[in-house]
């Protein structure tokens, strides 16, 4: 082995500063850097895993913790699957585990936090009644030819839980569409799958179900009704069996049952309910439903209702009402329908008066035919998860404060009376509650809700209800802006009611909030967080350094003077976790993280380990970065937790400095919108509480926080509320910069029609004042602002923040290659001395060369792979300094050309053959239990385990009776009769998939990578144009690669449309520099030679200083085997 030459030469140039002494207003800033505080460290989840937790566990975690630097625990009560422990949450024996964990982090100064509930989703438990549970719109309907005297009992609607209440009863002339009904017309309704009950798609209940497989290569599922006589429709309504995650197919029809043509696309977005998908009126005596692809984590598509008509009806309905969170927002437009086709107001009779409590009803209906529509709530059901059996329950209802108290009262209550003093606004022990990313869906009512609409919208929504069913009131356009007040007041309702309840509440107890302000529920995302006093985001490992949904959290502490920025940090799936993960491969995308805004890494996970003496221990399932302290690098692992409280702490200094603020609107559901800058600029996103805030100072936006920007960006829409184009129209009168196209309507029915005259009136004044309808570049550009960062280094990979402490400014920057680099990078500040803080060691130093052109400073950084630094610019610039570098080597060395062989490549859709079976072979159990005069088989997992968890399975058997092949499939929980005299064959129960086996549809592209490779290094997109044709239609592709390059042959798969690159960055070799100029002791520079030349420094006063090496000290040979220690310090 020889050890790599290196010479060091004093450069005679002083730099007047070096590392230990300190600037006055700095000296705080820079102490903090060296030693950072305990609010300056990493937390972690905690997660105390379904009762298997003891005291001497608590205590052997919390010291570890302590040891290498961990700042707080947040406790979470999880199963995932692992074995009950003794331990029953919320008993006393829990609570004086909660206290002990209290007591000991008080000893040793960790902060904890207890997650709101159970689980981690979302706030439920076995104390939430009904009552105090989320609620939903159901409805029931009864159809009355008049003249009739109706006297009868109105059936109630669909009831959970033993709870309903009753809304409104209303009676409407039933619209023309809906007077022909499918199932009059009787169509025989088929399904491409074998051995399936096609009926049950259209048998007018939903909850019955027919399952299909998921789409394949040449095996798209379908539903197909055949009509005796042909059929017109302009609506296919499309009911789901549970949740769907997402899926995409056509409606096709056909004359023939044999030619199909095309009527339209369809999109089913996750957790979507019922589907209504409208087209121009067609007739045809066959309809199928195809379905072309699906999201891969489904198992199956489950269908429970399909219904076609030529009602005019809402797409989306669920969606748009809240019942579900999901699916197409846009509000339906279109042509003027027929009078007759539509529910009128002004002809909806109220009967809610005249209905009794046990739904009697006595009414004259008029001439024609009427719905009676009967409204009322009830619960939906929906639980917290995934929590141990004494920890379940009901979610608290998400738009009442009292809920909200109720909830509070079962779950932090006795956990707070419990720790007295060891709990509240305290420095260590539990001063802080979470809410983790919202999972458990939707709601659309609770108790005064139509009170509050009105108080809120300014009108009595009563008129409205039919549109809950999806029928279109007296037009779609005032449906459709109805639909938006009411998802408007639902998403204002959840902000204050939960996350604003849940905020005064902590805050009444000393506690902090900490929230996770996204997620499938009703939710505006930025008013939901800015409740919150740590909003917290999430980014998991295995997708590259992609830093999750920081920005998010970052925009609502930016905005609303948050000082702490969360993150849930790590999470890794099941293949991304396994004790993979350590420091250095987590590296990268935490320092992305910070450069999005994070400042707080809370590690998902850190399993507690109720013993003393096992290892690996005890994990989280299949979930998460083993954050333990049974790691293997965990005690080695101070160091890295030191890094992070040094980055944190500066990174929780001062301001952040952004360009522009997008503005993101009034919309609801609605989440953080922004990006498309141009490299160098930043921003942060605003919701409507916080635009209502802004005034402007100097040309600037500028919010309550100290937050301040150049340009504020509206959304791209075309409607606005006149509170807001109002407020628009004061920043723009005080000298703001505001971009936007110009809004045309309000999106409301408050105030309507007036509101659509104001907002014109309002916005031709505004736009007319000088708002700009152009993209943030072009108006960057004319501002004649600079980037606040350039690196424009051929091949760099650099993330950066910028954050301003008193005159100070901080830029974090890092390098996101798992190589090492040499950059320029360019400041937007001028006239300050650029300093290199290195927080991996807290060394301080003036950075060695840089120059100022401009008004702007550019600074040489040297990286490590994966390094990072501060570069500081605090004291106004003085004396000389060095402003470039040049070398003039002895000689020449090529870099190594390494060959790249294309071994093999194959690109298309790919036989399947690594997914494990879903189903198990269960003939010998049906034998027995038909020779022990047993025919009725109850398919359940209780005849051999689950093949297929959280699917419905089935139960198929094959027989022969009278010398026939017959079978009979059941779904789980049903019973499969076998008729007597049958002699079983074969029985499966599981996944059943009687499509053909896919086959490989793939091309052999090796000789066109091969002819792409140029100088050892390939380049090209994954995609059909590099195998030219699609060899699998409708299919997301693949590129498998066998490739050689230095010595190694490795495999490789690419997803089509990305990029396949070669050599990957890990297997460069980072050519040696010729030199580099370092700070060296006592003040001066010193050049670090790499190679023999002539090196020379070009400093600021003109002067040159030159320096030569004739040659480098010989290499030192180390024969034979050798050891490498690291001795301590």
């Known amino acids: 082995m020889h050890i790599r030459r290196l010479c060091v030469v004093l450069v005679g140039i002083g730099l007047g500063w070096i590392s230990g002494t300190a600037y006055g207003a700095g000296e705080e800033l820079e102490r903090g850097f060296v030693e950072p505080p305990a ?47 003794p331990v029953v949450f919320n008993s006393p024996e829990w609570l004086g585990m909660v206290k002990h964990a209290a007591t000991e982090a008080r000893r040793l100064g960790i902060e904890l936090c207890m997650h709101n509930c159970a689980g981690w989703s979302s706030s439920g438990g076995p104390w939430n009644t009904p009552e105090h549970g989320m609620k939903v719109v159901v409805t029931s309907e009864t159809q009355v030819m008049g003249p009739k005297a109706f006297a009868g009992k109105l059936p109630q609607p669909k009831t959970n839980l033993g709870f309903y209440r009753d809304i409104a009863v209303l009676a409407f002339r039933t619209p023309v569409g809906e007077l022909a009904s499918m199932r009059d017309a009787a169509p025989v309704v088929t399904v491409s799958a074998r051995n399936r009950d096609g009926g049950l798609a259209a048998d007018g209940k939903t909850s019955t179900a027919v399952q299909l497989p998921m789409p394949k290569p040449g095996a798209l599922p379908y539903v197909q009704l055949a009509f ?30 044999e030619a199909f ?211 279109v009131v007296e037009s779609l356009e005032l449906s459709e802006r109805f639909l938006w007040d009411l998802r408007r007041t639902i998403a204002d309702m959840f902000a204050e009611n939960y996350s604003g309840a849940f905020a005064e509440m902590a805050h009444r107890a000393g506690l902090q909030y900490s929230l996770e302000p996204y997620g499938n529920g009703p939710s505006d995302d930025l008013q939901f967080g800015s409740y919150s006093d740590i909003p917290m985001s999430e980014f998991w490992v295995g997708n590259g350094t992609n830093p999750g949904n920081a920005k998010l959290a970052a925009s609502v502490a930016h905005v609303y003077g948050r000082k702490f920025v969360g993150a849930e940090s ?85 301001l952040y400095v952004a360009d522009v603020s997008f503005y993101c609107g009034e919309d609801a559901p609605n989440s953080l919108r ?200 605090r004291e106004p610039a003085a004396g000389d300094h060095a402003v470039a570098l040049r070398a003039r080597p002895q000689e020449e060395v090529a870099k190594p050309v390494y060959e790249l062989k294309i071994r093999k490549a194959e690109y298309g859709a790919f036989a399947d053959e690594d997914v494990a079976a879903e189903c198990v072979d269960v003939t010998a159990i049906v034998k027995a239990a038909v020779k022990g005069g047993s025919r009725r088989i109850q398919a359940s997992n209780g005849m051999a385990g ?67 490779v140029k100088k050892g290094a390939l380049s090209v997109r994954v995609d059909n144009a590099l195998a030219g044709r699609d060899p699998a239609f409708m299919v997301v592709k693949e590129l498998r690669l066998e490739y050689a390059y230095r010595g190694a042959v490795k495999q490789l798969r690419v997803r089509e449309n990305r990029m396949l690159v070669l050599p990957a960055e890990s297997e460069l070799l980072v050519p040696i520099p010729d030199c580099d100029l370092v700070a060296g002791k006592g003040g001066g520079l010193e050049l670090l030679a790499w190679k023999p030349g002539v090196f020379e420094v070009d400093t600021v006063s003109g002067k040159v200083l030159k320096a030569e090496v004739a040659d480098l000290p010989k290499p030192v040979e180390l024969p034979g085997a050798w050891r490498l220690s690291f001795p301590p310090g």
């Open 946 to 1012: 689950d093949p297929a968890p959280g699917v419905v399975k089935e139960l198929k058997i094959d027989f022969l009776l009278d010398g026939e092949k017959k079978s009979v499939n059941v779904e789980e929980n049903q019973t499969a009769v076998v008729p007597a005299g049958a002699q079983v064959v074969k029985a499966v129960y599981g996944l059943i998939d009687e499509t053909p086996a896919p086959v490989a549809q793939v091309l052999d592209v090796t000789e066109k990578l091969v002819g792409l």
């Open 570 to 654: 790590f999470t890794a799936s099941p293949n991304a976790g396994r004790w993979q993960q350590h420091p250095y491969a987590l590296k990268a995308q935490g320092d992305a993280a910070y450069c999005a805004g994070v400042n707080r890494i809370i590690y998902h996970r850190y399993a507690h380990q109720p013993w003393l003496d096992r290892l690996p221990g005890m994990t989280m399932g299949q979930w998460g970065t083993h954050f333990d302290r049974t790691a293997t690098w965990w005690e080695q692992g101070k160091d890295w937790l030191t890094y992070q409280a040094r980055c944190q702490y500066l990174l929780q200094q001062g």
């Open 261 to 471: 043509r095309a009527v339209r696309d369809f999109s089913i977005a996750r957790d979507s309910g019922a589907q209504t998908f409208s087209f121009a009126p067609v007739t045809a005596r066959f309809y199928r439903m195809l379905f072309t692809s699906g999201d891969r984590r489904m198992k199956r598509l489950r269908i429970a209702e399909i219904d076609l008509s030529m009602k005019v009806g809402i797409g989306n309905v669920g969606g748009k009402t809240f019942a579900v969170r999901g699916g197409d927002m846009k509000s339906a437009s279109g042509a003027a329908v027929a009078r007759d086709a539509v529910v009128w107001r002004d002809q909806t009779v109220d009967l809610t008066a005249r209905m009794a409590a046990d739904g009697q009803l006595s009414w004259q209906a008029p001439a024609g035919r009427w719905t009676i529509l009967r409204v009322g709530y009830t619960a939906n059901g929906r639980k917290n998860h995934p929590a141990p059996a004494a920890g379940t329950g009901l979610e608290c209802d998400k738009l009442s404060k009292a809920a909200a108290q109720a909830h509070w009262d079962g779950m932090m209550g006795p956990v707070l009376a419990e720790l007295g003093t060891l709990a509240g606004d305290v420095t260590s022990g539990l001063n802080n509650v979470l809410v983790d990313s919202y999972e458990v869906g939707s709601q659309n009512w609770t108790q005064g809700f139509a009170e509050e609409f009105q108080k809120r919208r300014g009108y009595d929504l009563k008129g409205f209800l039919p549109v809950f069913t999806g029928r």
């Open 39 to 85: 609010s300056a460290r990493a937390h972690t989840w905690w997660h105390w895993m379904n009762g298997n937790v003891t005291k001497e566990g608590i205590t052997a975690d919390l010291e570890a913790m302590a040891r290498v630097g961990v700042g707080g625990a947040q406790i979470f009560n999880a199963d995932c699957g692992i074995p009950e422990g």
């Open 674 to 873: 922004g990006g498309g800058l141009p490299n160098g600029y930043e921003y942060d996103g605003c919701d409507t509480r916080a635009l209502l805030q802004m005034s402007v100072k100097d040309g600037r936006i500028v919010l309550p926080s100290g937050m301040s920007y150049r340009l504020l960006v509206l959304p791209k829409s075309k409607t606005m509320t006149p509170a807001v184009l109002r407020k628009v129209g004061q920043l723009v009168a005080a000298g703001a910069t505001v971009l936007g196209a110009k809004p045309e309507r309000s999106p409301s029915l408050s105030g309507y029609p007036a509101c659509d005259a104001t907002v014109k009136r309002l916005a031709d004044g505004i736009w007319q004042k000088g708002v700009r309808d152009q993209s943030p570049t072009e108006a960057l550009a004319a501002l004649k602002l600079k980037p606040d960062f350039v690196c424009a280094s051929e091949g760099a990979r650099v993330s950066y923040i910028h954050r301003l402490v008193a005159g100070t400014d901080l830029y974090f920057v890092a390098n996101q290659k798992s190589v090492s680099d040499q950059v320029e990078c360019t400041f937007r500040v001028a006239g300050k001395v650029p300093e290199l803080w290195h927080p991996d060691t807290g060394r301080t130093e003036r950075a060695p060369v840089y120059r100022e052109q401009d008004g702007r400073t550019t600074v040489a950084l040297r990286f490590d792979p994966a390094g990072s630094v501060f570069v500081v610019f």
């Open 228 to 257: 005796a006589q042909p059929f017109t429709a302009r609506t296919l309504t499309f009911t789901p069996s549970g949740t769907m995650r997402g899926c995409r197919g056509r409606i096709e029809v056909s004359d023939d049952g």
